[in-house]
């Protein structure tokens, strides 16, 4: 068995992610080679060659890659997991976006979502929206698998001695049809991920600054991570790195404070791990209210301020 692990430099600092993705290698063969992407990889692959499951770093390093894009890299990447039985990345945007595309290439199938390893070759996930958990067994050569992150521990176990680094060449042929156009940065939050406290709001906030002045002040107040429902990115409020759900992150925070969510089942898929869940909805036959461990039937532009003002204090 041989396992790889993929993940992108994000900052340069190791992603929280990558730790959790690193508890699912333990449950198959607990070694794994870890496979970074980026520009100016050295302190990271550094970084990333003290933790104990780590066998060896392989360091994807390029200018090109300052700003990801899948659509360039999934090629090469496809080559380099040939080498490979298990292949390993986070359910988040950059796993959901980079390993389908991986698998159309070797025409491999992928299991998606993974919430437990069974065996070598069978993995626990959810289907129908989180409601029934299934067993799954893959029979490829190539086990092309997305870690659902919150079902796995942290693996932050370290070792007396780095793994090796080995510099992959940087082969990929640009297309001129696909280009990085521009990133707007927002004033840092907490990694909704991995966030113990998550403030989520609905499409009832009624607008981005209206949002803003709630859910994302709240939470900034908290130390929380911002969350939002699909209507909520749909509507233009948040950008959709904040989506809670089905087709969104899946979040299992200590603390889940929903203002004006609904509650569709698609959201509840993405937050039901939640160990405390607090409702506040103007409507009291919100579906949100049979999922929650304390619920308030009132209007958010009311308890919101009424919060706020007391965390002021």
């Known amino acids: ?36 992407l980026g520009y ?47 292949v390993l990345v986070a359910a988040d945007s950059f796993g959901k976006n980079l390993l389908p595309r991986v698998a159309g290439i070797l025409e491999l199938g992928q299991i998606s979502e993974v919430s437990k390893i069974i065996s070598p070759n ?4 959810f289907i129908y929206a989180g409601n029934v958990l299934i067993e799954v067994e893959s029979v490829e050569d190539i086990k092309l698998l997305t870690i659902r992150t919150s ?41 909704l991920s991995s966030a113990k406290v998550v403030v989520t709001g609905g499409r009832s906030l009624g607008s981005a600054d209206a949002f803003d002045s ?13 969350g939002a429902t699909r209507a909520a990115v749909e509507a233009g409020y948040v950008h959709n790195d904040c989506q809670v759900g089905q087709t969104g992150k899946v979040v299992a925070p200590n603390v889940y404070l929903a203002f004006g969510v609904s509650g569709a089942v698609q959201h509840i898929a ?13 409507d009291q036959t919100a579906p949100i209210f049979e999922h929650a461990n304390y619920g308030m039937v009132a209007d958010l532009f009311e308890v919101i301020p009424q919060l706020l003002h007391a965390l002021h204090k």
Do not use: W
């Not at 709630?214 to 911002?226: D, E, F, Y």
């Open 1 to 36: 068995m041989k396992i790889l692990v993929i993940t992108p430099k994000i900052e340069n600092s190791i992603n929280t992610n990558l730790l959790h993705v690193f508890d699912a290698v333990t449950q198959l063969s607990g070694k794994c080679d870890v496979l970074v």
């Open 151 to 191: 079902n796995f521990m942290e693996n932050t176990q370290l070792s007396e001695t780095s793994a090796l680094i080995t510099t992959i060449e940087y082969t990929n042929a640009i297309s001129d049809k696909i280009k990085f156009v521009t990133n707007k940065v927002e004033e840092k939050a907490v990694d």
């Open 40 to 86: 100016q990889l050295d302190d990271l692959a550094n970084q990333i060659a003290k933790y104990k499951v780590v066998t060896q770093v392989l360091k994807l390093d390029n200018v090109a890659l300052e700003h990801i894009l899948v659509e360039n890299i999934a090629k090469q990447i496809a080559e380099i997991t040939k080498k490979y039985t298990h």
């Open 270 to 282: 993405g937050m039901k791990d939640s160990r405390t869940v607090i409702a506040v909805n103007i």
């Open 122 to 125: 069978i993995y626990q996930k």
């Open 214 to 226: 709630h859910i994302r002040a709240l939470a900034k107040h908290l130390s929380a991570g911002v």
